[in-house]
């Protein structure tokens, strides 16, 4: 059996998200699974061909049974400087190594200085160690991240063997910037610090949701790793249309990080044509002590508008004519605006949406145009609203929520089975099911239009965990759900394409932080 049939298998038992059709996987179907090597205990095949390789399987001439780490004191070090390198090999096999040889291979402008030491001969569970000192090399060429190889060279069964294992290090000068990172982005850097993966943080930079049209702050980091102070140069590359101002110099005193505060204002013409909100890369630079040093963060640029408060509550029945006067975002969920699946047109998946308040509710009617619109769902299967055509409403009453546990989220099908009358459910937020047990006093309703099909709710506050009053900035998003299997099963998951106001990452459901906030009017 394939491992693409084994996951097929497991995936058809998790029925509550309508997986339970996927009993086989056609062979055309069947995406290869891509990891990526975070530490070795065994030398590595070059290429790696194999998860197993250097564990069960040989790595090129090395035996499986082989074990080979080289470790450094710290992952950071200074241009210039000396530190020590560690390599060890131990014979897990069941046979004897001779003529055991252990080196280690160091980037240009480095020196390096060391030689085997221990046995030459190792018997089964013995173990090899060798120690360099290596002196890093100066400059700015040294700057930047690499992969330190150690190797070994043996006799083994009468054969000549060998294999080669690496560890990450990073050069860096006496000045250092980087983007003060959002909560998530902090732990997981602390956690890459205690396994010893830091090598990893640069692929994941820091993030900077800010509102389109306002001024919006963030914190840069400025470090002096020297034993002067110094005066740093501070400059930003942004996309057009985005602008950053504050301070062009920082002093930093010895051993010491500086914080410096700068505001970015987005404006829409950064965004790309059509899109509602979109992410653009900012890079920091900073040059000091004759060294310069550079941290790249992404910016989602977010839409925004102002709530009204209504006089008149409007009338919850599919007919958004009574929403007129609230905020109406034409065209603001368009086809383009996509963060999963895929998309034909604004004719197979688009929206425009109204939205209000009063003390009491939340009102939103979203219009969607889809051309083929499914109703799938039996009535009391009122869950996993993705997997067929759905509204998914995310709101954060207090607008600084770090995840769903303080937020309110729904999605509404406009159809079930039985007839086209909208049903809802809370999903994946601190309350969860149908709207009936979980959010008593929402009401819902739909209906069927030429080009696609209307939501209409009404959320009650108290409904949410925190009520917010005029004034008050809260997170909302709205996102469209689209499968266009026209003669799908009852359940069956026929997702095809999810599409938001805001659509800046692929987990947009899930991160409150990227929902666009705006204003509950007076």
């Not at 965004?271 to 509602?276: F, I, Q």
Request: glycine share 10%; charged share 20%.
């Amino acid at each position: 059996m394939r491992y693409a049939d084994l996951k097929a298998i497991a995936l058809s038992n998790y029925r509550t998200q309508g997986w339970d059709q996927f009993r086989t996987v056609p062979a055309s179907s069947a995406d290869p699974e891509v990891f990526g090597l975070v530490k070795s205990l065994v030398p590595v095949g070059e290429p790696e061909r194999h998860l197993l390789e250097g564990a069960l399987l040989p790595a090129g001439s090395s035996p499986p049974g082989v074990r080979l780490t080289v470790d450094l004191p710290e992952y950071k070090l200074r241009a210039g400087s000396s530190v020590t390198a560690q390599v060890t090999l131990v014979n897990a096999t069941s046979e004897v190594m001779e003529d055991v040889r252990l080196s280690i291979e160091v980037p240009a402008g480095w020196q390096v200085e060391g030689e085997s030491q221990g046995p030459s001969r190792l018997a089964p569970g013995e173990a090899a160690h060798a120690s360099f000192t290596l002196t890093v090399a100066d400059g700015l060429d040294a700057l930047g991240q690499g992969r330190l190889w150690a190797g070994y060279d043996a006799l083994f069964e009468g054969r000549p063997v060998r294999g080669r294992n690496y560890t990450w290090y990073e050069v860096t000068g006496p000045v250092e910037v980087r983007f003060q990172p959002l909560f998530d982005i902090a732990n997981y850097r602390v956690f890459a610090r205690e396994t010893k993966t830091e090598w990893l943080i640069p692929s994941l930079p820091a993030r900077l949701p800010v509102t389109i049209g306002q001024r919006n702050t963030f914190t840069v980091e400025v470090m002096n790793h020297g034993d002067e102070p110094f005066e740093a140069r501070l400059s930003f590359e942004t996309p057009p249309g985005v602008s950053v101002e504050g301070p062009n110099t920082v002093h930093v005193p010895a051993r010491s990080t500086s914080e410096v505060t700068f505001t970015l204002t987005p404006e829409a013409g950064a965004l790309p044509e059509g899109r509602g909100s979109a992410a653009a890369t900012i890079t920091i630079r900073a040059e000091g002590a004759g060294y310069d040093a550079a941290d790249t963060a992404t910016a989602y640029l977010l839409p925004t508008l102002v709530v009204p408060k209504v006089g008149q509550p409007p009338v919850v029945d599919g007919d958004l004519s009574d929403l007129r006067g609230l905020a109406f975002a034409e065209g603001k969920v368009g086809y383009v605006d996509r963060w999963s699946g895929r998309t034909e047109g604004d004719h197979d998946s688009s929206a425009d949406f109204y939205v209000g308040y009063d003390s009491d509710f939340l009102y939103v009617g979203v219009r969607v145009y889809d051309q083929t619109v499914v109703c799938n769902i039996a009535p009391d299967d009122i869950r996993g609203h993705w997997r067929s055509d759905s509204v998914e409403l995310t709101i954060d009453p207090t607008g600084a929520s770090a995840d769903t546990g303080t937020t309110f989220k729904v999605g509404i099908f406009p159809c079930t089975t039985e007839s086209f009358a909208a049903r809802a459910a809370r999903d994946a937020d601190a309350l969860q099911g149908v709207i009936e047990v979980t959010a008593p006093g929402m009401q819902v309703a739909s209906s069927r239009t030429e080009d696609g099909y209307i939501i209409e709710a009404a959320i009650p506050w108290t409904a949410m965990p925190h009520q917010p009053g005029p004034g008050d900035v809260i997170g909302f998003n709205v996102l469209v759900y689209d499968g266009d299997v026209a003669d799908a099963h009852p359940g069956a998951n026929i997702e095809k394409s999810r599409i938001g106001w805001a659509s800046v990452i692929g987990a947009q459901q899930a991160t409150p932080y990227v929902w666009p906030k705006v204003t509950l009017g007076e």
